[in-house]
Every structure is written in C-alpha cells, then in structure tokens.
C-alpha cells in the first residue's frame, strides 16, 4: 500500500517537474530572437566568415547589454553552407523549421544567396545579404522579405566601368568566376564601359571555375592578344592566389589590374600586392571619414585586436537596418517588419542610407582608389585617393529594375 502511494506521488512530482521545465523552455525562449547566419565557413569563404561573424557578434553584444530588441535577447545560429547552393538552401529551412530562427542572414556566395531567398520568401522570413551581391537578388530573384546592404554586382561592374573610363587604356582583357557574381559583374562593367567609352575594346574574357587556385595556363591565355588593362571579377582568397601567381609572369608591368581590393584580401596577399593598382572595396574603414565608423572601429581594435574587414562592417550595418525595421515596424515579426524596409532609412557606418521601396536595394556604393603603401598599416597595402561613387550614379533605374522582376518566372 505504501509502495503504490509512493510511486503516484513520485509520479506527480515528475509531472509537476517536466511541467515547470516546459513552462521555463517556453519563457526562455519567448525571451529569445534567433538570427540564423547561413555562412560559408569553409574553404575561400573562411576570411570572409571570420569577419562577418566578428562584427555581428559585436552588435548583438551590445544590443544584448542594452536590454536587447522589445526586452528579447538576440541570438546567432549559425550554419555552413560550404559554398553549396543546396546545402544553403536545406540549411535556410533547417534554421527556420528546427532552430526556431525569426530571421536570417545571408550568406558569402551570390549562388547560395539565390538559393536561400526562395527559403526566406517561402517561410516568410526577413533575410538579408551583407557580403552576397547579385544583382538578380534585387530582379529577377527579387522577393519583399529581403534587403541588401552590399552593392550588388551591378553597382560593381558599372562603377569600376566609370572609374577606368577617365583611364587612358582602350584594350581590355577581362576575367572572372564563371557563375552568377562574375558574368553579372563583367557584363555590368562591359555595357556600362561602352556607353562611357565606345572606344575601348574588349578583346577577350577568361572565365575560371570558383575555387580554382591554379592559374598557370589561364595567365598566358588572358595576356595572349597584349590587353593593356585587365578587370577581373575575383575575390578573397581566389584574387589573392591570382595576384600573386601574375606577378612572375610580369602582368602587371604590361596591364595593370583592377578588381575587388578588401582588406582581407590585402591582408592575405601582404608584401605580393603591387603598388599603383586601381581598384575598389565596398567598405574601407580606412577611408570611411564618419563619427560612427571611427567609434565603431575603436570599439572593434580593442575586442579583435585587429583593423576590421569590409564584411564585419556591412554585416553590422545590416544588424543595424535590421534592428531599425523592428523599432519602424514596433515588431519583430517579420511580415510586420516587410512593411516599413521599402524607403527604410538607417544611420549605417557608412553614413545616413535608405533601402529603396522597389527592389529593397541600400543606396550603398563603391570606393575606388589606387594601392599604396601606409606609415599606419605595416603589413598590408591600402587604397590611397579614395573617391566614393554613389548607388544612385550606377545602380539601374526604377523602370529598369520593374521590367526585370515581371520577367521572374
């Protein structure tokens, strides 16, 4: 008799546990805003992961101190999607359906980023892309639940294209990844040069796999019909590899080079960096002459020990218009949120920016210069006579933009 009301009072205090375990897993997580970063961690994506996560896990450091968004703490789920549109786009769903994610962050390659926002658009989830930038994620894959605080590989290409049109070169020779970030970046800066400079020539483009690190017999095939410029459309540790294999082939001493020059690629390729290169970076911090870059890259010096990267900053300036639309919106619920990012205004590092209503595309431009060495950076070269060209000079009309997305299929 005592040993049956022993096992109905253990088992009502088992009752009275689990229920005390759900109701606090519930109210923790009611407490809680989950941010799913699907990342491309691995291979030439690592550099560009350590900074983005660097600056996004500053801002929801802070925010968290602060009190947190509406009294719930951010939290950051992170995936790698290797460079793996499928994987990306499995992960996006993973985020959401088993991580509980409210929103998600982009990833590093315009290929997984295209994959992702069809997940984002699905679910209904707010998704935005600090580092991924085609151009087609803002018209023919454009979809309301994203944003864009990278300029895109349109704003790219026809950005250098007004910068090397004031040069006196007339022959080019062009070359790139062969997939979405590298056709949409050349092919902006092909018909962007034209309308600037008919003139110039484009005598040969050179399409290379992504990843592919050995460029012994795409050199001598880039440099056969004598270009006196090249543009090539690489990035991170893939421009870096390139660079520095040019060089013993004396490339630069025949035609100069321009292309995407971040500071973790300057960092990688070190004393191998050809000085008097005409290039562009979307977020020199070095460059950036504003009250809340030099706040934020003090604050970033002292945690990191180290200058911070174009990513770590766009990854915090999208927290920022993030955190923004919750605060316009007064919810964090995303199709709340969707309602107020069109004409968004948001005080980025960059300074005062807006996303524009039709395709939710920042008004965030490039900075162009030329790579010199600097008294305050030993070990790397930066850009010198950085010049801003802004979104609004390059970036494709409302009509433009309209026709695309009514061509989506």
């Known amino acids: 008799m ?16 689990s229920a005390t375990l759900l109701v606090s897993s519930n109210a923790s997580a009611a407490d809680v805003i989950k941010l799913g970063f699907i990342a491309d961690v691995s291979g030439i994506g ?28 951010l939290e950051l789920v992170v995936r790698d999607s290797q460079l793996k549109p499928d994987i990306g786009a499995n992960q996006a769903r993973e985020l959401i359906l088993s991580e509980k994610c409210e929103f998600l962050i982009g990833p590093t390659s ?52 007004v910068v090397l049109s004031k040069k006196p070169f007339k022959k080019y020779s062009l070359i790139g990844p062969d997939y979405a970030y590298g056709h949409d970046q050349l092919n902006s800066f092909k018909s962007e040069m034209a309308k600037r400079r008919p003139d110039v020539v484009i005598l040969d483009t050179v399409w290379v796999k992504l990843g592919e690190s050995n460029f012994s017999t795409f050199i001598p095939t880039l440099m056969a019909k004598k270009p006196e410029a090249i543009d090539a459309a690489f990035w991170g540790g893939q421009l870096s590899a390139f660079i520095k294999q040019a060089k013993p082939y004396g490339v630069f001493k025949e035609a100069p080079v321009s292309s995407l ?6 960092r990688a390729t070190g004393s191998d960096m050809p000085e008097g290169l005409t290039g562009y970076a979307r977020a020199p911090f070095y460059a950036i002459d504003t009250p809340q870059m030099k706040a934020f890259v003090k604050k970033y010096y002292e945690k990191y020990k180290e200058w911070p990267a174009d990513w770590a900053i766009m990854a915090y300036d999208g927290m920022i218009a993030l955190t ?9 619920e995303s ?8 004409g968004l205004k948001f005080n980025s590092l960059r300074g005062e920016r807006y996303i524009r209503a039709e395709d939710h595309m920042a008004n965030v431009g490039i900075y162009s210069g030329v790579t010199a060495k600097s008294p305050d950076f030993k070990e790397f070269l930066i850009m010198k006579d950085v010049q801003a060209v802004p979104a609004e000079e390059v970036w494709l009309s409302v009509e433009e ?4 997305q009514s061509e989506q299929k």
């Open 2 to 17: 005592e040993r049956g009301k022993f096992k109905v009072l253990l088992a009502l205090v088992l009752i009275l546990f």
């Open 46 to 73: 690592a550099p560009f992961y350590k900074s983005q996560k660097a600056g996004l896990d500053m801002f929801i450091e802070e925010i968290n101190a602060a009190g947190g968004i509406k009294g719930k703490k």
């Open 110 to 161: 315009s290929a997984v980023a295209l994959a992702a926002t069809k997940v984002a658009k699905e679910f209904k989830k707010i998704i935005f892309f600090h580092t991924s930038n085609a151009e087609a994620l803002t018209t023919t894959a454009f979809q309301p639940y994203m944003f864009q605080v990278v300029p895109n590989t349109g704003i790219e290409g026809r950005g250098m294209a």
């Open 261 to 266: 020059f971040d500071l973790d690629m300057l």
């Open 324 to 332: 923004e639309a919750m605060k316009k919106a007064d919810s964090t």
């Open 335 to 342: 199709e709340q949120m969707v309602k107020v990012l069109g």
């Open 401 to 404: 933009v309209k026709k695309l």
